[in-house]
Nanobody
Framework: QVQLVESGGGLLQPGGSLRLSCAAS????????IAWFRQVPGKEGEGFGC????????YYTESVKGRFTMSRDNAKNTVYLQMNSLKPEDTAVYYC??????????????????WGQGTQVTVSS
């Protein structure tokens, strides 16, 4: 079965850290960039980062730059999202999605071929 599966979400206090994983099955991530999105119920989803297929290039939006870091281990067919200095406004369901490259990753949503099911991150005191 071809799918992306996120894991690692949870409940934590402001200022804490969390690492999410995005694992692919049924296909190889070697040829795919991975972008991360998050969504709060009732609000528009927000894309906040993209990592190229080899991990050599990353893009972050200002909302997470300096706090979030994407990495990948293609041998494990997994992409990681390290989130530090978490804030209550980071609370959302986090999704990963695959595409051929990061070019226009924020705009061309139709270019994503697989999406994960999402993992909940809640930051609250």
């Amino acid at each position: 079965q071809v799918q992306l599966v996120e894991s690692g979400g949870g409940l934590l206090q402001p200022g804490g850290s969390l690492r999410l994983s995005c694992a692919a099955s049924g296909f190889s991530l070697d040829y795919y960039a991975i972008a991360w999105f998050r969504q709060v119920p009732g609000k528009e989803g927000e894309g906040f980062g993209c990592i190229s297929s080899r991990g050599g290039t990353t893009y972050y939006t200002e909302s997470v730059k300096g706090r979030f870091t994407m990495s990948r281990d293609n041998a494990k067919n997994t992409v990681y999202l390290q989130m530090n200095s978490l804030k209550p406004e980071d609370t959302a369901v986090y999704y990963c999605a695959s595409r051929s490259w990061c070019l226009n990753w924020e705009k061309n949503i139709y270019e994503y071929n697989y999406w994960g099911q999402g993992t909940q991150v809640t930051v609250s005191s």
